[in-house]
């Protein structure tokens, strides 16, 4: 089957195409550039089919899964950390919950898909924070894949640095999280839901599950804060 053109992407999905190629970007999408333009593999349309919310901004994405009491000073303003914790809320009564996560924070970071000859190097690197598969709550950490996450002024010195090379989704052993906040060590664990349910395995799918229905029983009484 040939590639689609992001304009052909949108109307196959029913979305805009800025809003596929935030999919492009967030890595949701399987897709190359071909002469300067996004060209898509629609194979990977059902995987990225829409969800059941609308993608909050990076900037409320990242108080979201911070935690509003515990985002940078100054990142949230007060009405916006009460609507976050009135989102947890509800959050409880929908019967997908995971999906709802999924939806609402694709914008938190742009991922590549690399390619490393030295996994533990690039763990062991100071600027980048372990999470998903790589972190252990998964249970799934492996010394041949890393999933990192990196500050956006750090990402191209650690590309250089690492000699980690673009290649297709199926054939990357880094799943690179390019972002404009780097979270700390260890990450939160909604953090790490998140992106085992953009992983596209059915284990990874179970665990993030898991996780969540923990996660929202432990802050239960908090507002998800």
């Known amino acids: 089957m040939s590639l689609l053109s992001v304009a052909e992407a949108a109307v196959a999905m029913r979305v805009s195409p800025a809003r596929v190629r935030q999919m492009i970007l967030a890595g949701n999408l399987d897709?190359?550039?071909?002469?300067?333009?996004?060209?898509?593999?629609?194979?990977?349309?059902?995987?990225?089919?829409?969800?059941?919310?609308?993608?909050?901004?990076?900037?409320?994405?990242?108080?979201?899964?911070?935690?509003?009491?515990?985002?940078?000073?100054?990142?949230?303003?007060?009405?916006?950390?009460?609507?976050?914790?009135?989102?947890?809320?509800?959050?409880?009564?929908?019967?997908?919950?995971?999906?709802?996560?999924?939806?609402?924070?694709?914008?938190?970071?742009?991922?590549?898909?690399?390619?490393a000859q030295d996994i533990p190097g690039l763990l062991a690197d100071g600027r980048v924070v372990p999470s998903g598969v790589s972190d252990p709550r998964s249970g799934m950490s492996a010394a041949s894949f890393a999933e990192v996450y990196v500050h956006a002024d750090d990402a191209d010195d650690l590309l250089v640095d690492h000699l980690l090379v673009p290649v297709p989704r199926a054939r990357a052993n880094v799943r690179l999280h390019v972002a404009l906040v780097l979270p700390p060590a260890p990450v939160p664990e909604l953090l790490v839901i998140a992106d085992l349910a953009d992983a596209d395995g059915p284990r990874e799918e179970g665990r993030a599950r898991e996780l969540l229905r923990a996660w929202l029983a432990a802050h239960q009484n908090d507002g998800g804060a």
């Not at 996004?38 to 609308?54: I, K, N």
């Not at 515990?70 to 009405?79: H, I, N």
């Open 31 to 115: 897709a190359q550039q071909v002469a300067g333009r996004w060209v898509v593999d629609p194979g990977s349309l059902r995987r990225s089919a829409p969800l059941p919310g609308r993608p909050m901004s990076a900037r409320i994405a990242w108080g979201l899964l911070l935690g509003p009491d515990r985002e940078p000073s100054g990142w949230l303003r007060a009405d916006e950390a009460y609507r976050i914790r009135r989102r947890m809320d509800r959050l409880r009564l929908v019967p997908d919950a995971l999906a709802v996560v999924r939806a609402w924070v694709p914008g938190r970071s742009e991922v590549r898909h690399l390619q």
